[in-house]
């Protein structure tokens, strides 16, 4: 977390509500349009916003963030915008009548789901620092390559190896994602693209 996110993220769990705000209007937009890429109704996407600054800020004191605030309110909205998608199909395959299997199925489905989300998650977090670092700026920030190596004072070439080496760890974390859900497909297909 850069010196600037610290003092914010320290100021939050101080229960400092003006810093609070200013974050929270200053990096709206960026989240707003995020969860809107995901569920393209800005409705709900505002909801769910609302609803993860409104879980930080009052579970701020028990919140351990390793990588940067930001990255962490992104991980968490997509998180959000997931689970929202997931629950909308599985209501329409209901309402259809297309899915015939049975409540235990369907739990069990959703946990194995989580637990992919987990492993992917756990994945990211075990990656060495300026390697996580590289990759959440790449596939969270969405920065480009000569973006990241400026800001982190690196070569592009090395900005290359990081991801390189990212994937190829992820990789060998989930196996062959062909036979994921699609959603987690999706969410895989999105980090390892070139």
């Not at 991980?75 to 929202?84: D, G, H, K, T």
């Not at 300026?130 to 969405?142: D, G, L, P, T, Y």
């Amino acid at each position: 977390m850069n010196p600037n996110e610290e003092h914010i993220w320290r100021s939050i769990q101080q229960r400092d509500e003006r810093v609070f705000e200013s974050y929270y209007k200053d990096q709206y937009r960026f989240f707003f349009l995020a969860a809107c890429n995901y569920l393209r109704d800005p409705g709900l996407a505002q909801e769910i916003v609302n609803d993860v600054f409104m879980k930080l800020w009052v579970d701020a004191e028990a919140i351990s963030i390793q990588s940067s605030l930001r990255s962490y309110i992104y991980r968490a909205i997509v998180n959000r915008s997931l689970n929202e998608l997931d629950k909308h199909k599985k209501e329409r395959l209901h309402k259809s009548e297309l899915s015939h299997r049975p409540e235990q199925t369907s739990e069990s489905k959703e946990m194995e789901d989580t637990e992919l989300k987990l492993r992917l998650y756990t994945a990211i977090d075990q990656l060495p620092e300026q390697c996580r670092k590289v990759f959440m700026m790449s596939r969270f920030e969405e920065l480009k390559q000569r973006e990241i190596a400026d800001k982190l004072n690196i070569s592009i070439k090395t900005v290359k190896n990081h991801i390189t080496y990212a994937l190829k760890k992820l990789h060998k974390v989930l196996g062959d994602w062909h036979t994921l859900p699609v959603w987690i497909a999706a969410l895989v297909k999105y980090f390892f693209r070139s």
